[in-house]
């Protein structure tokens, strides 16, 4: 068993993933040709952003993480031996 993908939820899927990768050193593994979803190779666990409206598309209701909001309940950490070369 293993942890196979972490999807976060945000309003603009190509500024995540550009985000993620300059600041984690993370290559880009997918991203659909519509800017909804894309994935960052982070190893054995895909990290994957899928845009919000999809799930109001699919008739799900969900809180929007915002900076100016509170945090949401949840964590995601990217672990490293090599802290000074990512």
């Given at each position: 068993m293993k942890l196979g993908y972490v999807i976060l939820y945000v309003p603009d899927v190509g500024a995540a993933i550009g985000f993620y990768a300059r600041a984690f050193g993370?290559?880009?593994?997918?991203v659909h040709?519509?800017?909804?979803?894309?994935?960052l190779d982070t190893g054995a666990t895909v990290l994957a952003f899928a845009a919000e409206t999809l799930t109001e598309d699919n008739g799900?209701?969900?809180?929007?993480a915002r900076p100016e909001a509170?945090?949401?309940?949840?964590?995601?950490a990217l672990v490293t031996d090599d802290v000074a070369g990512g």
């Open positions: 993370l290559d880009h593994r997918f040709d519509s800017g909804t979803y894309g994935e799900v209701r969900m809180v929007a509170a945090a949401p309940a949840m964590e995601i």
